[in-house]
């Protein structure tokens, strides 16, 4: 009786020094990793080629990367891209494979060049191969808008049917039409949040998603000014576009006093995606 006594105590005592030393012991504390970051490894300047898709078409350019610190950049960069009226409709005669955009003046190709600044995030939460980032940037946007037609009328109007008009004018090929150019000047930006992919830093590999957008204050004149105003057939001509011009023969006899049309756009705004492919050192 006394040694069952004396083994019951033992392991009592051994069952209640365990719970005392896990309660008082603490873990071990583990070092968080640093993040990898280009600037801290040396690449502090980069250069790219910007490939980009947007509801105008394809644009392409260069970009400029130069590190900061950790964790942000400057960027610099220029495109080339064409420039719509977000009501152009294109359509194609599958036939001739001919393609046209009713009401459309003329072509705009545009240069913005932009200054911005980019900044990563969630570094200590995201793998280094996978560094989200976003930028803003801003800058002058240079824009060279040409004739989509041979307005031989001189009326910012297209005759486009012989039928009707007693002849039809041709489209321009998009290297046509320079002749008759115009410039803007225009202020431009963009936003964008992206990834930059990979482990090694000396490869530039980006894609990225945003907003574009360019204003010019004068506006352009992307569709046709002026339209032959049917309701007025045979009444005496204005000329409220100011051109060389101030009616449309509508059939053998009959001629339509032109109206206004389409103002200049002066807003031209799109999302987009952005590949970008180069070398940082």
């Known amino acids: 009786m006394k040694n069952l006594i004396t083994y019951t105590l033992l392991f009592l005592l051994i069952g209640v020094s365990h719970p005392v030393i896990a309660q008082f012991g603490e873990p071990q504390v583990q070092k968080k990793e640093v993040p990898r970051n280009l600037f ?40 080339i891209l064409g420039l719509k009226d977000p009501t152009e409709q294109t359509f194609i005669d599958y036939y001739f494979g001919f393609k046209t955009v009713p009401e459309k003046y003329q072509r705009v190709v545009a240069f913005p060049l932009h200054i911005g600044l980019k900044k990563r995030f969630f570094a200590e939460d995201i793998s280094d191969n996978f560094r989200v980032f976003s930028s803003l940037s801003v ?13 031989s ?30 410039t803007h000047w225009g202020l431009g930006g963009e936003f ?14 980006t894609i990225q998603f945003g907003y574009s957008m360019n204003y010019f204050a004068d506006g352009i004149q992307v569709l046709e000014p002026c339209q032959p105003d049917l309701s007025r057939i045979g009444m005496a001509p204005t000329n409220p576009c100011g051109l060389g011009s101030t009616q449309v023969q509508v059939g053998p006899d009959s ?3 032109l109206e206004k049309a389409n103002d200049p756009r002066k807003y031209f705004g799109t999302a987009q995606i952005s590949f970008i492919f180069g070398w940082m050192w």
Do not use: C, H
């Open 40 to 79: 801290d490894e040396g690449y502090k300047t980069g250069f790219g080629i910007n490939l980009s898709l947007s509801d105008f078409g394809f644009g392409a350019g260069g970009q400029f990367r130069f590190g900061l610190n950790s964790y942000s950049e400057a960027l610099i960069s220029l495109k």
């Open 139 to 151: 800058g002058p946007t240079f824009a060279l808008s040409y004739a989509y037609f041979n307005d």
């Open 153 to 182: 009328s001189e009326n910012g109007f297209r005759e486009n049917d012989a039928a009707i008009y007693g002849y039809s004018e041709r489209i321009n090929d998009v290297f046509s039409g320079f002749d008759e150019s115009e």
């Open 192 to 205: 964008v949040i992206g990834v930059d992919f990979g482990e090694n830093f000396s490869n530039l590999s």
């Open 255 to 257: 001629f339509a006093p």
